[in-house]
């Protein structure tokens, strides 16, 4: 079963409000992504997970906290956001995070995220 | 130069065709080579990896890696009109922490 599943698929929030995104897998993956993609532009990684440890962060932003509570389980917390935070937030997974062979992503259908 | 580059598009393939993108990449290190297919409104969807220099076939999609001139290509043969989207190339380096680098996509529109 190669899937990831994101909740929720559309987020409306206010500028001050807490939220928070979750996904999950259950294919045995060990490394877990966020990433963020604006209209008619690629994906851009935000953190990167692995084996339950965060691995990267690419110089996001406080306002974006993630959390991996287990090896299946994503979350992305947000707290006092901006419009321009307005985008499709996507989870991806891999088998692991190193090794040719086993890098793979593959993501989830994304949460499509509006801040007001 | 960016890390990926893709021709933006659109590239307007008639029915049945043989559409052909192509990407290249700065970094000689990088390893492993990604092809993925986003339609709008969608999440990525992975169609093709390659990770040695040669073709890779997988039914009607062909990927071709040359390190030496550091390029990737897909070709989508026989091109439908549910092949229209947009197409993403995505490069990893192979460092640790399993990073992609994707370039700007290329928008494929196939007309009946």
């Known amino acids: 079963d190669t899937e990831v599943t994101q909740t929720p698929k559309h987020l409306v929030m206010g500028m001050t409000n807490k939220k928070s995104l979750k996904c999950e897998q259950h294919m045995g993956h060990r490394a877990m992504y966020w990433y963020k993609q604006k209209a008619k532009k690629p994906p851009e990684l935000m953190f990167v997970?692995?084996?339950?440890?965060?691995?990267i962060n690419e110089s996001v932003p406080s306002r974006f906290s993630p959390e991996c509570p287990n090896s299946s389980l994503l979350n992305l917390h947000l707290h006092a956001l901006q419009p321009e935070d307005s985008a499709l937030y996507l989870c991806?997974?891999?088998?692991?995070?190193?090794?040719?062979?086993?890098?793979?992503?593959?993501f989830g259908p994304g949460t499509r995220l509006t801040v007001l | 130069q960016k890390e990926v580059e893709q021709n933006s598009g659109p590239l307007s393939v008639p029915e049945g065709a043989i559409a052909s993108l192509n990407c290249t990449y700065s970094d000689r290190g990088s390893q492993s080579f990604f092809w993925y297919r986003q339609y709008s409104g969608k999440s990525p969807e992975l169609i093709m990896s390659i990770y040695s220099n040669g073709d890779k076939e997988d039914g009607r999609f062909t990927a071709q890696l040359n390190k030496a001139s550091q390029y990737v290509s897909l070709l989508i043969r026989d091109s439908q009109p549910s092949d229209s989207a947009t197409y993403l190339c995505a490069v990893n380096k192979g460092a640790a922490g399993n990073k992609l680098t994707f370039g700007g996509g290329t928008r494929v529109l196939v007309k009946p």
């Open positions: 997970y692995s084996y339950e440890k965060l691995s």
């Open positions: 991806a997974s891999s088998y692991g995070s190193s090794g040719s062979s086993y890098n793979e992503q593959f």
